[in-house]
């Protein structure tokens, strides 16, 4: 957890008083914290929360409600486990549930809520223009650098140890070339243009087109 020191105690923080309160106790942040630290994790970890939280800081003037999406960020893969089909479900409850706690309206933490369901990534484009860039965060490792992504197609793999290679090779081959099959990968223009290109190079070197 110390990982998200000191800088991310206060973008959480700040994150909260922006939403309009006062943040909740320290043991929220450290429950949040804890999950991401799991050791079953291998990507979907604190490294992946930090990138997130860093381009929602970069780019918060694209967001209409930048809070929300950034408290967003910090529980959309709060829960996550193998085998289950509900994680962003879960996950959306959970921040749904710590809003209202702390004393949000309804129509505030059902926002939020709709914002973590987002990133089960279909295939549709998100509605809002807060859903759009949030997914498009999430998604901006797909064009990230050739070493991070190469790194990150390791830690994929690495959290998927438990799977056999070639049952996993299909699959994950699956998965990136439904990402290479949209019309776009990125939903807003300036993601678009600034990791279209890359990802779209990054998914044709990771299923060897």
């Known amino acids: 957890m110390d990982d998200l020191q000191p800088h991310w105690t206060h973008t959480w923080t700040h994150t909260w008083t922006a939403l309009g309160m006062r943040a909740p106790s320290d043991e929220l942040f450290r429950a949040v914290c804890?999950?991401?630290?799991?050791?079953?994790?291998?990507?979907?970890?604190?490294?992946?929360?930090?990138?997130?939280?860093?381009?929602?800081?970069?780019?918060?003037?694209?967001a209409e409600r930048p809070a929300e999406v950034s408290i967003?960020?910090?529980?959309?893969?709060?829960?996550?486990?193998?085998?289950?089909?509900?994680?962003e479900a879960a996950s959306a409850a959970w921040a749904r549930s710590a809003l209202l706690d702390a004393g949000a309206s309804t129509a505030l933490a059902d926002r939020v809520a709709a914002?973590?369901?987002?990133?089960?990534?279909?295939?549709?484009v998100p509605s809002t223009p807060d859903?759009?860039?949030l997914v498009d965060i999430d998604l901006a490792i797909l064009g990230a650098k050739p070493a991070r992504f190469s790194e990150y197609e390791q830690q994929i793999r690495d959290e998927y140890q438990h799977v056999p290679q070639a049952v996993f090779a299909l699959k994950r081959r699956e998965v990136l070339q439904s990402f290479l099959d949209r019309e776009h990968l990125?939903?807003?223009?300036?993601?678009?243009?600034?990791?279209?290109a890359r990802a779209h190079a990054n998914l044709q070197t990771a299923i060897g087109g």
């Not at 997130?52 to 694209?62: G, P, V, Y």
């Not at 914002?115 to 549709?124: D, I, K, N, Q, Y």
């Not at 990125?186 to 279209?196: D, G, K, L, N, V």
């Open 34 to 62: 804890r999950r991401y630290a799991e050791p079953h994790r291998k990507y979907h970890t604190l490294q992946h929360l930090r990138e997130c939280l860093a381009l929602c800081e970069r780019d918060s003037a694209l």
């Open 72 to 87: 967003a960020l910090w529980f959309h893969d709060a829960i996550y486990e193998h085998g289950r089909s509900d994680n």
């Open 115 to 124: 914002l973590v369901m987002a990133t089960r990534h279909s295939a549709e």
């Open 131 to 133: 859903a759009q860039l």
């Open 186 to 196: 990125y939903a807003t223009p300036t993601y678009r243009a600034r990791y279209e």
